[in-house]
């Protein structure tokens, strides 16, 4: 299992940026893939973006295609999500996640691993 701990989250204006992080530990870093999702009040948690282990492969949700991009650093055991253009519809609890690879990610990572999630609010 991997442990992960998100950061960044906070209010910011429509437009705005924010770079959430997500610090990882317990398992090597470099084997696993990662990436993000999301939930916003009264809706299903939805996925955001996924990032293979050696970062060279990555994916979006089109809401988020242009505007999101997503790192990692395998050196800091750390991911990132660097959101520009900021919009309203992107207010949510954003929630970084482990698994074994990037199709696993995006399915859900059902048997992966979750952060505690860090809010995003932005306003209009």
């Known amino acids: 299992q991997v442990q992960l701990v998100e950061s960044g989250g906070g209010l910011v204006q429509a437009g705005g940026s924010l770079r959430l992080s997500c610090a990882a530990s317990?398992?090597?870093?470099?084997?696993?893939?990662m990436g993000w999702f999301r939930q916003a009040p009264g809706k299903e948690r939805e996925f955001v973006a996924a990032?293979?282990?050696?970062?060279?492969?990555?994916f979006y949700a089109d809401p988020v295609k242009g505007r999101f991009t997503i790192s990692r650093d395998n050196a800091k055991n750390t991911m990132y999500l660097q959101m520009n253009s900021l919009k309203p519809d992107d207010t949510a609890v954003y929630y970084c996640?482990?698994?074994?690879?990037?199709?696993?990610?995006?399915?859900?990572?059902?048997?992966?691993?979750w952060g505690q999630g860090t809010q995003v609010t932005v306003s209009s």
């Open positions: 317990g398992r090597t870093f470099t084997t696993i893939a």
């Open positions: 990032i293979s282990w050696s970062g060279s492969s990555t």
């Open positions: 996640v482990a698994d074994e690879t990037t199709r696993t990610v995006m399915s859900g990572a059902r048997f992966g691993s």
